[in-house]
């Protein structure tokens, strides 16, 4: 089977597998856990960050960063594709008791200006804008991702306007291997910085929250209201230090398989449309008379796992399980279509 469902669905290498089994434990809610102590310092020194949390997902530091910024009736700005406005149950709302001011970008990706636009002024019947959220790769817009120069003006704009800015980062180690720039760099423009460990880097589970000491703090507390406090993580935590230290290059191996295939749809006569492939997502629209579900079920009889974006939308994910062989594969089966 191959599997371009999302690039979640990846299991431990070998080396990775290893490092786990040998990992150095402890209680970690005690703060006692060695391994996780490291792979926070780690984490946080990479995008040269004061501290870092260990979380179980990437929608629970995500949620925890809305916590930690926020106070019940301010309102989180971010474009309409964001992941916490589409994917995480509306937990802002939930866990926060915020509002969401939604920004009709490109792709999933808002402009300064937007940003500047929808900042609401201050009246006793609206809402505070108080945060503003930027997703890199933005799932939902194809694995779109910002540069830092696109990045900039919009930091600019928060800090004139009293606003913290937290990056949605599941996926910004695809962003960086294309741009070539930094985490040092891409540190210093956020007030916080979530990056999930669980996907293209291929462990089988957690996330981070990079900040100053003083959200970290805070984001603990959260953390544990939020049954997010694990014990003995160091056996997780291991596979994060494993993948920091090596998976991380290798998503452009990635990034070039799915614009590979994103290229071969486009010569197809049933494809309407494919989003511009700028990372390890490929996204595209069928056409009549096909559909997402009729679609599938086609590439199942093949041996191909893919998911449904929508009636006529189809999303494949590339990863570290899905070889140039397999890819050679799919593209067969897509070919012949």
């Known amino acids: 089977m191959i599997n371009l469902i999302s690039d979640t669905v990846t299991k431990p290498t070998p080396g990775m597998l290893q490092a786990m089994m040998t990992a150095e434990v402890g209680d970690d809610v005690f703060g006692e856990d060695p391994t996780v102590n490291a792979l926070e310092a780690k984490a946080a020194a990479l995008f040269g960050k004061e501290a870092a949390l260990f979380c179980p997902s990437g929608t629970m530091t995500n949620q925890i960063a809305l916590k930690v ?35 009709k970008g490109t792709n ?3 402009t300064a200006d937007q ?43 928060c800090q004139e306007r009293g ?4 990056l949605d980062g599941a996926r910004v180690f695809n962003a960086l291997v294309e741009t070539g720039e930094t985490t040092q760099e891409t540190g210093k423009l956020f007030d916080s910085i979530s990056i999930c460990l669980s ?30 406090g694990m014990r003995q993580a160091g056996f997780l935590a291991a596979a994060g230090i494993y993948a920091l230290d090596n998976h991380v290059q290798r998503l452009k191996e990635d990034n070039d398989r799915a614009k590979e295939l994103g290229k071969v749809l486009e010569k197809q006569a049933y494809v309407d449309n494919v989003r511009p492939v700028q990372s390890n997502i490929v996204i595209f629209d069928l056409k009549a008379p096909w559909t997402a579900e009729s679609y599938l079920a086609r ?28 890819i050679d ?7 012949s279509i």
Not at 73 to 92: A, K, M, P, R
Not at 117 to 135: M, Q, R, Y
Not at 163 to 166: E, G, K, T, Y
Not at 205 to 228: D, E, F, H, N, Y
Request: aromatic residues 6%; contains cysteine; charged residues 20%.
């Open 108 to 110: 999933g990706k808002i």
């Open 329 to 335: 594969q799919v593209v067969k089966v897509i070919a």
């Open 199 to 228: 996907k293209g880097l291929g462990t089988p589970v957690g996330s981070l929250l990079i900040g100053t000491k003083a959200v970290i703090r805070q984001a603990r507390r959260v953390r544990k209201a939020m049954g997010g």
């Open 163 to 166: 606003l913290a800015l937290h």
């Open 69 to 103: 910024h926020t106070q019940p009736l301010d309102e989180v700005i971010c474009d309409e594709y964001s992941h916490i406005y589409q994917y995480e149950v509306g937990g802002y709302a939930f866990n926060s008791g915020i509002g969401v001011n939604l920004i």
């Open 299 to 326: 590439l199942a009889e093949e041996g191909i796992k893919a998911s449904a974006f929508g009636p006529k939308t189809v999303r494949f994910v590339t990863h570290l399980d899905v070889t140039a062989d397999m």
């Open 115 to 157: 940003l500047a636009a929808a900042i609401k002024p201050v009246h006793d019947w609206l809402p505070i804008s108080k945060l503003v959220v930027l997703e890199n790769t933005c799932n939902k817009g194809g694995g779109s991702f910002y540069t830092l120069d696109e990045i900039q003006p919009i930091q600019k704009v």
